[in-house]
């Protein structure tokens, strides 16, 4: 068969992509999962400026359980905690396994999925017409389609990105395990309109825990987990011992069935855009270029834009303009300086990274509490437009306190 697009991935990057090519191009979409609502390997929070993005060809608001306007923060002993809010939801909680289904049922004519087909690698045959002749593998069968071009959204491991020596690659990652459970959030003024993040410290260095309320199949329900870095993975099963504690707490109320109804790892990518991420006929997405936040791991964002921005410059390129992917980056960075914003994630996962102990991820929690107000406020503008969340931490007034956090992260780095 041949075709003019080949995408391998049928996320938020690749159907974002299929949905705004143009219909003159004949379009494969590829995924191995045997089903596209049967794992989802993302917690389903998206922005508003993203939630805008979707809008714009997907009926989102079906997706949409939970409305979230603060975020509540909670420190090592379980105990410390604050809460910030917004006037207007920040980001939304979305049924993503039913989002991604829907997005891949609602392809327009010229595009054609395929799930349960495994990409395998693929070769420059240097054809006039289809340059690219691309080995795939079914449950039965191996097959060759060719194409002119190759979209790589297969996530953080690309396997596109693999099979081209040219293209760079993810190479630093935080790993992540979510449950999902019926049952209800009984922790905080408003659980439903909250999302909650824990800074555990030593129990899970590189990110923490989460806990976010969520409505599946017309039950109350919540997702948590927690993420580390990738060389910590088998740490992983401390959620339960997470899930064990917020019951203890009395944070969480499972529903009796007491089983979690989904259970899902990822792999997320934390050094930020990738310097090199198109070839001859070849570009990578989302995740797999790198575009998630480095310290706030959100990568939907990224997969929506890049899908964006590439249906604009895959056509320029088809037509005889091979300058066309050079302008990948600067597009992206025209929502909302999108690329400005990975760059800070980057500095704030440096940071993050030489914390080792519970003594000075307290520290942290302890001037960031002082300034919760304003913390959401600044928290949104660093995803949505292009504020620093900086500016709430480097004061006058929190001198002291910046040198005690300081000698702190010396200090973790020898003790």
């Not at 979230?68 to 396994?97: A, M």
């Not at 979690?260 to 930020?272: E, H, K, M, V």
């Amino acid at each position: 068969m041949n075709y003019d697009v080949v995408i391998i991935g049928a996320s938020f990057s690749g159907l974002t992509l299929a949905h705004h090519l143009p219909p003159t191009l004949k379009i494969l979409v590829v995924d191995s999962k045997k089903a596209l609502d049967a794992c989802v390997e993302s917690t389903g929070l998206i922005t508003q400026a993203t939630f805008d993005l979707l809008s714009e060809f997907v009926d989102l608001k079906k997706f949409i359980p939970n409305q979230i306007n603060s975020i509540g923060v909670i420190g090592t002993d379980f105990k410390r905690n604050f809460f910030s809010y917004t006037k207007t939801p920040w980001i939304y909680s979305t049924d993503t396994p039913q989002l991604i289904k829907h997005m891949s049922e609602t392809l327009p004519a010229n595009v054609t999925l395929r799930i349960t087909t495994k990409y395998l690698s693929y070769n420059d045959t240097n054809a006039d017409t289809y340059p690219l002749a691309i080995n795939l593998k079914t449950t039965s069968d191996t097959e060759t389609v060719n194409a002119k071009f190759l979209v790589g959204a297969d996530g953080a491991k690309s396997s596109v990105a693999a099979s081209n020596s040219k293209l760079s690659k993810n190479k630093k990652f935080l790993v992540g395990l979510e449950k999902a459970f019926y049952g209800d959030i009984t922790f905080g003024p408003h659980p439903t309109q909250a999302v909650y993040h824990y800074w555990f410290g030593e129990f899970s260095l590189g990110y923490g825990g989460w806990l976010s309320p969520s409505i599946i199949n017309g039950r109350n329900a919540f997702r948590l987990g927690i993420a580390k870095l990738s060389k910590n993975a088998r740490d992983l099963t401390k959620v339960d011992a997470f899930i064990k504690k917020l019951q203890t707490k009395k944070m969480i109320k499972i529903a009796h069935d007491n089983e979690p109804i989904l259970t899902f790892g990822s792999l997320i990518p934390l050094s930020g855009p990738l310097r090199k991420v198109f070839d001859k006929n070849t570009l990578l997405l989302g995740d797999a270029a790198g575009l998630c936040g480095a310290f706030a791991a959100d990568g939907i964002k990224g997969a929506v834009v890049s899908g964006q921005v590439a249906a604009k410059l895959i056509p320029r390129y088809l037509a005889g303009d091979k300058q066309a992917l050079k302008k990948y980056y600067p597009e992206i960075q025209k929502y909302n300086q999108l690329m400005t914003y990975y760059r800070k994630q980057v500095l704030y996962r440096f940071v993050w990274d030489l914390m080792k102990r519970d003594r000075t991820f307290d520290a942290m929690f302890d001037i960031i509490a002082k300034a919760k107000h304003e913390f959401l406020n600044q928290f949104c503008d660093s995803k949505d437009r292009h504020k620093s969340l900086i500016g709430i931490v480097l004061k006058v007034k929190n001198l002291p306190a910046l040198a005690k956090y300081a000698l702190l992260i010396f200090l973790d780095q020898f003790l």
